[in-house]
């Protein structure tokens, strides 16, 4: 059976428990910016023992750094593999409820069991299939599915809904990397990961844990990007925007 | 670090890059100011007086920064200079109109006990926004004097003057409202408490400050406050207890959530004083301009047309002046040779000191237009869309994005161009522009390619001149590679950078700029420029009675005994020593090569003598090797001006040297096992 696509390429497997851990993790650091062993057992409505056990071997695996009593850092391999866990999981939801119609929790419980095996490229067709049924439900326009595959080949949609731009984020992915996100789109900054001087930067640049910003434009070759964040204008490069974690807002 | 004299008042200007602070400065100084390098680094420092009411001022333009960390070079200047420099009053410069992270650094001036003023500039443009702000409410939240400005008019420049006076003369009580959120506050305090200090404590840092900053994990704030405490060792456990405590309180590293705290702060002053929020945005104009200027398609097609025009501008137009500035000089010459008795003294100085002269004082045009037009740019907000534009690409090659303009100015002349490297942050990002910039073939070179290709390349000269400049690129973006791994490994040169409202740069403060930079070059550059002039000249001169560089004057024996070096390149000893005298200025290994070899020939023709005496093959290696090798004198001065290192200026010159002998053996090799003798 195919893992996770962080845990491939580092060699390291990890069961479905173990990432299941992980996207709690993400989940309670999106939202509080801070994860504790409290919050990450309520997430996940297990006991706290339970937690303890996963994070100690999280963390030898390399995924987290924990200390007893102490809170939860994903490391950059870590947050990395969450983050795709947690992606797979909202496109599959989205696709049970918006596609096929399943109720909510029913919905929720087969995400948790299917987001392990799904590979990146289904994932990737699976949100753009989401977005397109969506576009076009909208507009009351029928879906047709040699539409879907040919917006598949050519990376074009026949009545220009799904863009085929440079930039594409589907709708249903809500918390990404800032790097991620198109000329636009607005968020709120959910923490910045990683350690050091960069950091150190952005933060005392006014990204702290849920400023609002919006994307403006992205320099001519994609990189690096410009943001408006504390009513001024911020550029900085992809690879430094990889460090900041932000929720999507409408 | 409180200042005790009072005959003259020390002033220190701090604030955010863009907010003003260099308009203040010159509108508060006015000419009476001094431009040099701080110590030892070559971010620049400012300095000025102003007397008003018979006290005066010592005005001190620090580094533009956002914080008081130490995160760049300018950012540990401008913290030294507070700590250990005496003081009377900082201004706090912070614009208007972008007043929550501007206020960030002031947060930071305040812990520092020194006596802060504000001076909120761009009033008008804030309340032209529709912004109004309590004043008033805003001075006694933070606890300090707020003076509004308008520093592109003179606007309350006067009125930060008496407001300083006021301080000096009724003294400052530091603010002692909470800034940071409560609980960081209760471990500060408990710190306070527990540490005990030496009874001689100078108390010329707060020593509340000193445990902020050792907090936040600042390594000079941390030694000084291990100096001041009487247990050092206990101080170290109970910061370190503190740390961890914060840590795992907030699950975050104390910086952070010290950062996070200012910045709570300031929202919440904010709400309180923000009476009408702004109505207009700001940058809502500038970002319609950006949408043209910074258009996915246009934005590099129009950068480069602006980059031609700057081009065009400082070499066509500078040009102008320069063909002038050598016929005069020319005029001057022989007006004195023919004054002056022959002999060593008229030839010392029309061909020593008036031709030295006359070559320092060529390059000012240049240097005075790209500066005005680099100051345009930079005031104007434009010099930052440009870094942005050009990153990616730049970035590719361990450049900044800001680099390009330097480099391409380079294929004009290095020496304004090096000097244009000032506009890059931080160090590393400016030696390496520096450093390659010499490879980008300047002007001067092109009459050598002309003449070669003209009597070898006839009929491919075109090709052969481009694959000159190509192979100049070439090695620069090779050499970028390899300096950026090998010297500067660790270096991080993040693009965290503001892009600034755009605005109309003021005329006086971009012609302060363009003298500055002008007479800068003439006083520093210029001195080396003129004795290295003069040397040339006594070693074409000397000894007296030879023909000028002719076979027996000590260039010519240099050249003769360089003979056996320049052999594997396929030259003789004259092309050494055209090549030597080349080192005075690029232009003049045309001129000597006629006179080593037209001179030297029986029909005293170049052409045919050249023809005679080199092949096609090292004719193209003549090229490469006055491509590459040593740039300039005036070009090393500029180095050693703008690196204010001897060690990067000779690196740069051995590593010229090295390259060129090695890549001229290496066509020269390669051309013979080609069969191209």
């Known amino acids: 059976m195919r893992r996770g696509h962080g845990a491939q390429e580092k060699g390291v497997a990890l069961s479905h428990s173990m990432e299941d851990y992980l996207e709690a993790i993400y989940n309670v650091k999106i939202r509080n910016q801070v994860a504790r062993v409290k919050d990450i057992a309520r997430e996940m409505n297990v006991r706290m023992p339970s937690v303890t056990g996963a994070l100690r071997s999280l963390a030898d695996k390399g995924f987290v750094q924990y200390q007893p009593y102490e809170t939860v850092e994903l490391t950059q391999a870590g947050l990395n593999h969450a983050r795709g866990i947690a992606h797979r999981h909202t496109a599959i939801r989205e696709f049970l409820t918006g596609v096929l119609g399943l109720p909510q929790e029913e919905a929720e419980?087969?995400?948790?069991?299917?987001?392990?095996?799904?590979?990146?490229?289904?994932?990737?067709?699976?949100?753009?299939?989401?977005?397109?049924?969506?576009?076009?439900?909208?507009?009351?326009?029928?879906?047709?599915?040699?539409?879907?595959?040919?917006?598949?080949?050519?990376?074009?949609?026949?009545?220009?809904?799904?863009?085929?731009?440079?930039?594409?984020?589907?709708?249903?992915?809500?918390?990404?990397?800032?790097?991620?996100?198109?000329?636009?789109?607005?968020?709120?900054?959910?923490?910045?990961?990683?350690?050091?001087?960069?950091?150190?930067?952005?933060?005392?640049?006014?990204?702290?844990?849920?400023?609002?910003?919006?994307?403006?434009?992205?320099?001519?070759?994609?990189?690096?990007?410009?943001?408006?964040?504390?009513?001024?204008?911020l550029s900085l490069r992809k690879s430094e925007a990889d460090h900041v974690e932000v929720e999507v807002i409408d | 670090m409180r200042n005790s004299d009072k005959s003259n008042i020390v002033i220190a200007l701090a604030g955010n890059p863009n907010s003003g602070k260099t308009t203040v400065f010159n509108e508060l100084t006015g000419s009476h100011q001094h431009v040099g390098n701080w110590p030892g680094v070559t971010v620049e420092h400012k300095e000025g007086t102003v007397r008003r009411n018979g006290q005066s001022f010592r005005v001190i333009d620090l580094p533009g920064i956002y914080s008081l960390s130490t995160f760049s070079q300018e950012e540990t200047i401008a913290r030294d200079f507070l700590l250990n420099e005496p003081i009377d009053a900082i201004i706090n410069i912070v614009d208007a109109s972008n007043l929550e992270r501007n206020l960030y650094l002031t947060t930071q001036l305040l812990e520092l006990g020194l006596p802060v003023i504000v001076a909120l500039n761009m009033i008008d443009v804030a309340e032209g926004m529709g912004q109004k702000l309590d004043l008033k409410k805003l001075a006694r939240l933070m606890g300090v004097e707020i003076v509004p400005t308008v520093a592109a008019k003179g606007e309350g420049m006067v009125e930060i003057l008496e407001a300083v006076l006021n301080v000096v003369e009724r003294g400052y009580d530091p603010p002692r409202s909470a800034r940071h959120n409560p609980e960081v506050e209760l471990e500060i305090s408990r710190l306070l408490d527990s540490i005990s200090f030496t009874v001689d404590d100078d108390e010329s840092v707060p020593a509340r400050w000193l445990i902020i900053k050792t907090l936040e994990g600042d390594p000079e704030a941390r030694k000084r406050l291990f100096v001041r405490s009487t247990n050092p060792d206990d101080t170290a456990a109970r910061i370190e207890e503190t740390r961890k405590h914060l840590e795992q309180g907030f699950g975050d590293e104390p910086e952070t959530v010290i950062a996070d705290g200012r910045y709570g702060f300031i929202g919440g002053l904010l709400r309180e004083v923000v009476t009408r929020?702004?109505?207009?945005?700001?940058?809502?104009?500038?970002?319609?301009?950006?949408?043209?200027?910074?258009?996915?398609?246009?934005?590099?097609?129009?950068?480069?047309?602006?980059?031609?025009?700057?081009?065009?501008?400082?070499?066509?137009?500078?040009?102008?002046?320069?063909?002038?500035?050598?016929?005069?000089?020319?005029?001057?010459?022989?007006?004195?040779?023919?004054?002056?008795?022959?002999?060593?003294?008229?030839?010392?100085?029309?061909?020593?000191?008036?031709?030295?002269?006359?070559?320092?004082?060529?390059?000012?045009?240049?240097?005075?237009?790209?500066?005005?037009?680099?100051?345009?740019?930079?005031?104007?907000?434009?010099?930052?869309?440009?870094?942005?534009?050009?990153?990616?690409?730049?970035?590719?090659?361990?450049?900044?994005?800001?680099?390009?303009?330097?480099?391409?100015?380079?294929?004009?002349?290095?020496?304004?161009?090096?000097?244009?490297?000032?506009?890059?942050?931080?160090?590393?990002?400016?030696?390496?522009?520096?450093?390659?910039?010499?490879?980008?073939?300047?002007?001067?070179?092109?009459?050598?390619?002309?003449?070669?290709?003209?009597?070898?390349?006839?009929?491919?000269?075109?090709?052969?001149?481009?694959?000159?400049?190509?192979?100049?690129?070439?090695?620069?973006?090779?050499?970028?590679?390899?300096?950026?791994?090998?010297?500067?490994?660790?270096?991080?040169?993040?693009?965290?950078?503001?892009?600034?409202?755009?605005?109309?740069?003021?005329?006086?403060?971009?012609?302060?700029?363009?003298?500055?930079?002008?007479?800068?070059?003439?006083?520093?550059?210029?001195?080396?420029?003129?004795?290295?002039?003069?040397?040339?000249?006594?070693?074409?001169?000397?000894?007296?009675?030879?023909?000028?560089?002719?076979?027996?004057?000590?260039?010519?024996?240099?050249?003769?005994?360089?003979?056996?070096?320049?052999?594997?390149?396929?030259?003789?000893?004259?092309?050494?020593?055209?090549?030597?005298?080349?080192?005075?200025?690029?232009?003049?290994?045309?001129?000597?090569?006629?006179?080593?070899?037209?001179?030297?020939?029986?029909?005293?023709?170049?052409?045919?003598?050249?023809?005679?005496?080199?092949?096609?093959?090292?004719?193209?290696?003549?090229?490469?090797?006055?491509?590459?090798?040593?740039?300039?004198?005036?070009?090393?001065?500029?180095?050693?001006?703008?690196?204010?290192s001897w060690s990067w200026t000779l690196f740069s010159v051995g590593y010229s040297l090295v390259l060129a002998y090695a890549m001229g053996y290496l066509v020269f090799r390669i051309g013979i096992l080609l069969g191209l003798t």
């Open chain 2, 277 to 644: 929020t702004p109505s207009v945005d700001r940058v809502a104009a500038s970002d319609r301009i950006d949408d043209v200027l910074l258009h996915r398609w246009l934005g590099i097609p129009i950068f480069l047309v602006l980059m031609w025009l700057t081009f065009k501008l400082t070499f066509d137009v500078g040009g102008f002046f320069t063909e002038w500035i050598e016929v005069g000089v020319s005029a001057l010459g022989a007006w004195l040779g023919s004054v002056l008795p022959a002999g060593p003294l008229s030839s010392l100085i029309v061909k020593g000191i008036i031709a030295g002269v006359g070559g320092v004082v060529v390059f000012v045009p240049n240097i005075a237009i790209i500066f005005l037009i680099i100051s345009f740019l930079e005031d104007s907000g434009y010099m930052a869309r440009a870094a942005f534009l050009m990153d990616r690409s730049m970035h590719l090659v361990g450049l900044h994005g800001k680099s390009f303009i330097p480099l391409l100015m380079g294929f004009g002349c290095n020496v304004p161009a090096i000097m244009a490297a000032r506009t890059l942050e931080t160090r590393e990002d400016r030696l390496l522009t520096i450093l390659i910039n010499p490879l980008m073939s300047c002007t001067a070179r092109l009459p050598i390619y002309i003449l070669f290709t003209g009597i070898f390349f006839s009929q491919h000269g075109a090709m052969v001149i481009f694959s000159i400049y190509a192979m100049g690129v070439l090695l620069a973006v090779a050499s970028g590679k390899i300096f950026r791994k090998l010297l500067f490994p660790k270096a991080t040169s993040p693009f965290v950078m503001e892009l600034p409202p755009y605005r109309m740069p003021t005329l006086r403060g971009t012609l302060l700029h363009v003298w500055e930079r002008t007479s800068q070059f003439l006083s520093k550059a210029g001195t080396v420029i003129l004795a290295a002039s003069v040397v040339i000249w006594a070693l074409g001169s000397l000894p007296w009675g030879v023909e000028f560089s002719g076979p027996n004057s000590l260039i010519g024996y240099l050249g003769r005994w360089m003979a056996p070096m320049v052999k594997p390149l396929g030259f003789d000893w004259r092309a050494a020593v055209a090549l030597l005298f080349g080192f005075g200025a690029k232009e003049v290994v045309v001129s000597t090569l006629g006179v080593l070899y037209g001179g030297s020939h029986p029909s005293g023709d170049l052409h045919t003598a050249l023809s005679a005496s080199f092949s096609p093959l090292t004719a193209y290696v003549f090229m490469v090797i006055s491509l590459i090798y040593v740039p300039c004198v005036a070009t090393v001065a500029t180095i050693k001006k703008e690196t204010n």
């Open chain 1, 109 to 233: 419980i087969e995400a948790c069991g299917l987001e392990h095996a799904i590979r990146p490229e289904t994932l990737d067709r699976l949100l753009k299939l989401v977005d397109f049924i969506r576009v076009h439900g909208e507009e009351d326009n029928a879906f047709r599915l040699s539409d879907f595959q040919s917006y598949l080949r050519n990376g074009s949609d026949p009545d220009g809904h799904v863009s085929p731009d440079v930039c594409y984020l589907p709708a249903t992915i809500r918390s990404t990397r800032l790097s991620e996100l198109c000329p636009g789109m607005k968020g709120r900054i959910a923490f910045v990961s990683g350690r050091g001087p960069i950091r150190r930067r952005l933060v005392e640049m006014g990204m702290t844990s849920d400023t609002q910003f919006e994307v403006l434009r992205t320099a001519p070759f994609g990189d690096p990007i410009e943001i408006k964040i504390r009513g001024y204008n």
